[in-house]
C-alpha cells in the first residue's frame, strides 16, 4: 500500500488518479468535477455539487465501474475501508493540493493551511521556512488565525500550534 502524502489515503497502487480539476465554490462548500484515470484509460468523472452530498463516480462504462469499485475497496484510510465517495474525494485533494504546493515552491514559497468548520483555509508562506518550529513563521500563522496548522516543509506536512 502507498499512503498518499495530503489526505492519508493509502491506495494499492497510483495507477488509478484524478487528472484534472475543476471547483467553484457554492455557499461554504467547493463543488468539483475531477477526471478521474487509470494510467491513461478514462475511468469517468467525480462529480460534487457542494451541497454536503456525496461525491458520485460518473463511469465512462459499467467495466471501469467495476475497475474503480475494486480499487476503493482495496484503499485505506487508518484502519477503515473509506466509503467510495471518501476515495473520490481524496484523489481529488490529492491532485489540488499537489498542484498547489508545487505552484508554491517554484516561487519559492511554501503552502500553509489550517481546519475550521467551514473547511481548509490555504495560505502561501512567501518564503521557505526550513523548520516546523520557526518562530517567524509561528508568528505569521499566529496572525492570520490562531489554532492548528499544517505547513509544508521538506517534502511533507508539518503540524503547528498557534494558540
Request: proline share 4%.
Amino acid at each position: 500500500m502507498i499512503t498518499l502524502p495530503h489526505t492519508g489515503l493509502a491506495v494499492p497502487d497510483e495507477a488509478i488518479r484524478v487528472t484534472s480539476y475543476k471547483e467553484v465554490v457554492v455557499g461554504c462548500d467547493p463543488a468539483f468535477t475531477a477526471i478521474v484515470r487509470r494510467n491513461r484509460a478514462l475511468l469517468g468523472n467525480a462529480v460534487n455539487h457542494g451541497t454536503g452530498g456525496d461525491t458520485r463516480f460518473m463511469a465512462s462504462s459499467a467495466e471501469a465501474h467495476s475497475v474503480f469499485a475494486q480499487f476503493a475497496r482495496r484503499c485505506a484510510i487508518e484502519d477503515r475501508t473509506p466509503s467510495m465517495d471518501e476515495v473520490l474525494d481524496c484523489l481529488a485533494e490529492e491532485y489540488r493540493l499537489s498542484r498547489a504546493v508545487a505552484k508554491a515552491d517554484r516561487r519559492g514559497w511554501t503552502l500553509a493551511r489550517n481546519r475550521s468548520e467551514v473547511g481548509y483555509q490555504e495560505v502561501a508562506l512567501r518564503w521557505k521556512p526550513q523548520r516546523a518550529d520557526d518562530p517567524v513563521m509561528a508568528q505569521a500563522l499566529r496572525e492570520r488565525a490562531p489554532g492548528t496548522w499544517s505547513v509544508w516543509i521538506n517534502g511533507k506536512w508539518h503540524t503547528i500550534e498557534t494558540d
